[in-house]
C-alpha cells in the first residue's frame, strides 16, 4: 500500500486577512456564500492576494483539482493501492477515502473542498483536519518517504519506482502549489528528494508519471 501526498496544497478557504478586501467581497456576494465559506482562487482574488505571506504559493484550488484527477484515475488508485491525501499551506489535511470518485467539474470539486474545510467535515468521503505534515506521516505510518522536486538529484521515474515498491510503507510526496518549494515542515520529513526531468513540471504530470512507473515497477516485482 502507496501513500500519496499532495504537500502545501494551494487549497484553503480565504484567510481572515482579506476577507473584506473589495475583491474578495465582490466574490461573495456573486457566490451568495460568506467570504469565510469560500476557496482562497487566484483567479478571482489577485489583487487582494499580495497582502499574504507566500502569496506566489497559494490560491490554486485548480491544481490541487487536476492532479486529483490524475492520481484518482490511475489504475494503482482504482485497485485501491494509494492512500491519498492532501496537505494544505495552511494546515489542513484532506483525507480522500478508498475509491472516491473526485468531481471532474470544477465548480463540484470546488463545493466538495469546501464543505469539507468548513464543516471540519469528518464523515464522508472526504474529510478534512487540521493536522502538521509530520503527524500525516505517522498516521499515514509512512516508512520512507520520497518527495518530488527540482531541487532533488536527478534519477528517471523508473529508478524512483522501483526503489519506492521495494520500501516498506512508501509515501510519495509531490507539491500541490504553482511555484516556490517544499516548506520546511515537509522537507525535513523527507528522506529522499528526487527530480524526474529536468524541466519543472506541473503537479499533475509528476503524479502520473511516478504513479505509471509504481505500476509498472510493481507489477515486476510481484512477477
Ligand atoms: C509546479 S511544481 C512547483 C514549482 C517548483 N518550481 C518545482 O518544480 O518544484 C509542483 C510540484 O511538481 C513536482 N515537480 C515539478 N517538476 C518536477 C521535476 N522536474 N522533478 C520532480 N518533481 C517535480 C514537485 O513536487 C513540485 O512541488
Redesign the pocket.
Known amino acids: 500500500l502507496l501513500s500519496f501526498v499532495l ?2 496544497s494551494a487549497l484553503e478557504l480565504v484567510p481572515k486577512e482579506i476577507r473584506r478586501s473589495a475583491a474578495v467581497q465582490s466574490d461573495s456576494k456573486r457566490r451568495g456564500a460568506d467570504a469565510s465559506e469560500i476557496l482562497l482562487d487566484r483567479s478571482f482574488h489577485h489583487s487582494a492576494m499580495s497582502k499574504l505571506k507566500d502569496s506566489e504559493k497559494r490560491g490554486r484550488p485548480d ?1 490541487v483539482h487536476v492532479a486529483l484527477l490524475s492520481v484518482t484515475g490511475a489504475p494503482l488508485y482504482l485497485d485501491g493501492q494509494v492512500r491519498l491525501f492532501v496537505h494544505t499551506y495552511a494546515g489542513m489535511v484532506l483525507e480522500i477515502a478508498e475509491k472516491t470518485r473526485i468531481p471532474k467539474n470544477y465548480i463540484r470539486f470546488r463545493g466538495l473542498a469546501e464543505q469539507a474545510l468548513v464543516g471540519g467535515n469528518t464523515t464522508g468521503l472526504v474529510r478534512a483536519y487540521p493536522m502538521k505534515f509530520g503527524d500525516l506521516m505517522r498516521k499515514a505510518s509512512a516508512g520512507r518517504v520520497f ?6 538529484k536527478r534519477e528517471d521515474a523508473s529508478d524512483l519506482a522501483r526503489e519506492v515498491v521495494s520500501a516498506r510503507s512508501p509515501c510519495i ?10 516548506s520546511i515542515e515537509v522537507a525535513e520529513r523527507v528522506d529522499e528528494l ?10 499533475h ?3 502520473s508519471r511516478v504513479i505509471y512507473e509504481v505500476e509498472r515497477a510493481a507489477k515486476r516485482f510481484n512477477d
Open positions: 504537500a502545501d491544481l518527495g518530488l522536486s527540482v531541487q532533488g510526496v509531490v507539491g500541490g502549489f504553482p511555484r516556490g518549494h517544499f528526487v527530480r524526474i526531468d529536468e524541466r519543472p513540471l506541473e503537479a504530470v509528476v503524479a
